[in-house]
């Protein structure tokens, strides 16, 4: 997250994980167990189908709040 927002967001472990934990009960992703580049047991995420679905419509959303908040702006 940190690597890919460019050193702009920050999540602590003590966050992350319980994120993931409730988006696997929820079935918007799935996990295994695979040996990482180090050679070390980790547990891999990935998007499941419905995950994507869910994915679709929270862009959906933040576009739609994100333009509100631009309309706001410039009558500012």
Do not use: C, D, M
């Not at 940190?2 to 929820?26: D, F």
């Amino acid at each position: 997250i940190r690597q890919a927002s460019g050193e702009e967001l920050q999540v602590t472990q003590g966050a992350l994980y319980p994120a993931l934990h409730r988006l696997e009960q929820q079935g918007w992703i799935t996990a295994e167990w695979r040996k990482s580049e180090t050679g070390r047991e980790a547990k891999f995420y990935r998007l499941s189908a419905a995950g994507k679905v869910q994915l679709e419509k929270e862009l959906a959303e933040w576009e739609r709040l994100s333009n509100a908040i631009a309309l706001v702006i410039a009558a500012v």
